[in-house]
């Protein structure tokens, strides 16, 4: 091919690109051989519906931006209300306001922060004492319980002073799939 017959091809090529993107006709992209095509949750419309979210996401520690329904739906404020045997008269505003969800299995759980429940924090389940027990431990030398507010809410161990020492009592909870303390988390289903 001579380079007069080369340059009419090129500029008739981008005559059509030209013409067909000023028309909006869509215009074809080729993907490289042995590229993968977009998936279809990077292409998925936004969900409305948090079970419906859950299914397609499968698991994620807060809804991202494809959910783009209510924050916490009605249907999640009556399912964890009958999970916590909570009187139909409770106040919803309480609901929507302590409430946080998330996917795990496909499926929705969410958590009521109510007591400062620590929905939001990943489980700990270090065995290493803070500084902050450390200090309390040497200002209550044999304390029988260090108090919540100076382990942190998402210990999943009991701890006690012993001569002045931090120390493990037990262990009260385990961590879910994701890393959450498991029973302040309730899973929910559509009604």
């Not at 302590?98 to 924090?121: H, I, K, Q, Y």
């Not at 260090?146 to 999943?156: H, N, Q, S």
Request: hydrophobic share 40%; glycine share 6%; with cysteine.
């Amino acid at each position: 091919m001579n380079s007069q017959r080369l340059l009419q091809c090129i500029i008739g090529f981008t005559l059509v690109a030209i013409l067909s993107s000023a028309c909006g006709v869509p215009q074809a992209t080729a993907v490289p051989t042995g590229a993968a095509s977009p998936s279809a949750t990077t292409e998925q419309a936004p969900f409305t519906d948090p079970f419906a979210y859950c299914a397609a996401v499968g698991a994620i520690d807060a809804p991202d931006a494809q959910y783009t329904g209510p924050e916490v739906p009605e249907v999640m404020v009556k399912g964890l209300r009958k999970e916590l045997g909570t009187p139909d008269d409770a106040p919803m505003e309480w609901f929507v306001q302590g409430t946080v969800w998330r996917c795990m299995d496909g499926n929705v759980w969410a958590c009521f922060v109510g007591a400062n429940l620590p929905c939001s924090e990943k489980a700990d389940t270090s065995r290493t004492p803070t500084s902050e027990m450390k200090d309390f431990c040497k200002d209550n030398p044999t304390s029988d319980v260090i108090p919540a507010a100076v382990t942190g809410r998402a210990t999943v161990y009991e701890w006690r002073c012993t001569n002045g020492v931090p120390e493990i009592v037990k262990q009260l909870a385990e961590p879910d799939a994701q890393g959450f303390l498991s029973h302040i988390w309730y899973e929910l289903k559509p009604q």
